[in-house]
C-alpha cells in the first residue's frame, strides 16, 4: 500500500493556477517532514518545497518562491502545494515525500532525506 497519494495535477496555461494535494494513508505522518519534489523530462529530481512536522517552518526553491505554497493539515493527514503564476518551466511530475519520524524542527531539502514517496502527478503548463 502507497502511503502516499497526489492529486489535483493537470494541464494548465502559463499564468494559471493548480492545487496539488498528498493524501496519506495507513500511517500518521503527523510527526513527519513533508516535502515536494519535482522532476521534468531528461532532468533529475528537484527541491521544490517542504513543511516542518511543528512550527510550520517552510523551506522552498528559489525558482518557486513567491508563486507556490506548501501547507498541512495534520487532522486531514493532507499536505497541499498551491501553485499560482504557473509557468512552462514548471512542467514536471510532481512527487509527495514524507521524512522519517523525527524531533528535529527544520525540514530537509535533499530527496535522499526523505524515506517516503508518492507515484506523482503530472503538471503540464502550457505557452
Known amino acids: 500500500q502507497v502511503p502516499l497519494v497526489e492529486s489535483g495535477g493537470g494541464l494548465v496555461q502559463a499564468g494559471g493556477s493548480l492545487r496539488l494535494s498528498c493524501a496519506t494513508s495507513g500511517r500518521d505522518f503527523g510527526r513527519n517532514h513533508m516535502g515536494w519534489f519535482r522532476q521534468a523530462p531528461g532532468q533529475e529530481r528537484e527541491f521544490v518545497a517542504a513543511i516542518s512536522w511543528i512550527g510550520g517552518l517552510t523551506k522552498y526553491a528559489d525558482s518557486v518562491k513567491g508563486r507556490l505554497s506548501i501547507s498541512r493539515n495534520n487532522a486531514k493527514n493532507t499536505v497541499y502545494l498551491q501553485m499560482n503564476s504557473l509557468k512552462p518551466e514548471d512542467t514536471a511530475v510532481y512527487y509527495c515525500?514524507?521524512?522519517?519520524?523525527?524531533?528535529?524542527?527544520?525540514?530537509?531539502?535533499?530527496?535522499?532525506?526523505?524515506?517516503?514517496w508518492g507515484q506523482g502527478t503530472q503538471v503540464t503548463v502550457s505557452s
Open positions: 515525500a514524507a521524512g522519517p519520524t523525527t524531533t528535529a524542527t527544520i525540514p530537509p531539502i535533499r530527496a535522499g532525506d526523505y524515506e517516503y
